[in-house]
């Protein structure tokens, strides 16, 4: 792979960020790659571990002169980093973001860039429970979906970054930003929420020991509590920031649900049958995709966090 940037900025040095410049390096996509975190310790683990070649103290001072910047930081603060950043910005330079939101990214971040920089929001489909700088890997983006939002953005700067995110690994789409936060709403955030809850309910239960839940905890609710300890603060920003989606799949869901109920309710054996034959095509079809194939040694959840 060829080189594609010459200097790589990335703000916030999660399992995202970290894992972004393990792939660059890997694929000698970029001349220069500086990082920098909001965290002194996170700053020092990077600098330890050496997939940045320079980490700097603010980000102002990383995005100096590069002509791809990444917001790698949970979606709450985006706006406030790119006001940071914006003086600083290079004319012509590329801003992208890793948030699993994107209309609030927009409406957030947007208002604060300069007419000479050219924003397109994105978002990997890819993750871990995982976080921290320690936790990212070079192959976490191998196959995967990066959706990007052009929202409007010119087509030249949309095809590199597209090349980029190919270059890192991933497979590419785009999609405008409402369109992306109901598919997301449904493939990402009510899954996780409910595995919180059933977390929750499990914990609440009296009746079940946190001895007996650990103990007997069968694969479905090994899923669970992988998926819930996904990083908090990312978690927050994303319901907050995505409530209509959310709220609309949580509706359909309790939907589904309640005829569940009934048909147990009335012993209705041939609707549980049809409706489980219908879902299992579904997860059938997902692993057709090539989308269950998981990182060695990791789980499949999400963060962008330092």
């Known amino acids: 792979m060829t080189q594609i940037y010459n200097r790589v900025a990335l703000i916030g040095l999660g399992l995202i960020a970290s894992s972004m410049a393990h792939a660059m390096r890997r694929a000698g996509l970029a001349g220069e790659i500086v990082g920098t975190a909001r965290s002194p310790e996170t ?27 990444v917001l790698a930081v949970p979606v709450g603060v985006m706006g406030k980093v790119a006001e940071e950043i914006a003086p600083h910005l290079a004319k012509g330079a590329t801003v992208t973001d890793v948030g699993s939101v994107k209309q609030s990214v927009i409406d957030m971040v947007g208002p ?20 921290g700088p320690n936790s990212g890997f070079a192959e976490l983006f191998d196959n995967r979906w990066c959706i990007l ?3 409007g953005a010119d087509a030249a700067a949309t ?52 001895s007996e839940v650990i103990k007997y905890s069968a694969a479905g609710f090994r899923d669970f509590t992988r998926i819930a300890a996904s990083d908090p603060t990312m978690w927050r920003d994303v319901f907050l920031t995505n409530k209509e989606a959310t709220l609309e799949i949580l509706g359909r869901f309790t939907e589904e649900l309640f005829a569940l109920q009934r048909a147990i309710r009335t012993g209705d054996g041939d ?36």
Request: glycine share 10%; aromatic share 8%; net charge negative.
């Open 43 to 69: 700053r020092d683990i990077a600098r330890e571990l050496g997939f940045c070649d320079r980490i700097t103290d603010t980000a102002a001072e990383a995005v100096a002169g590069a002509d791809l910047v």
């Open 112 to 131: 604060h860039l300069p007419d000479h920089i050219y924003f397109i929001p994105g978002h990997p489909l890819a993750g871990t429970e995982h976080s």
């Open 149 to 151: 939002v052009p929202n």
């Open 159 to 210: 095809a590199r970054l597209r090349q980029y995110w190919e270059g890192l690994g991933s497979n590419v789409e785009e999609m405008d930003p409402e369109h992306h936060d109901l598919v997301l709403a449904v493939t990402s955030h009510t899954p996780h929420l409910i595995a919180y809850t059933m977390v929750g309910v499990a914990d609440d239960l009296g009746r079940v020991t946190d």
């Open 271 to 306: 609707a549980l049958f049809d409706y489980f034959t219908h879902t299992r095509a579904i997860r059938r079809g997902i692993i057709e995709a090539g989308q269950d194939t998981d990182a060695p040694n990791f789980g499949r959840g999400g963060g962008a966090q330092e």
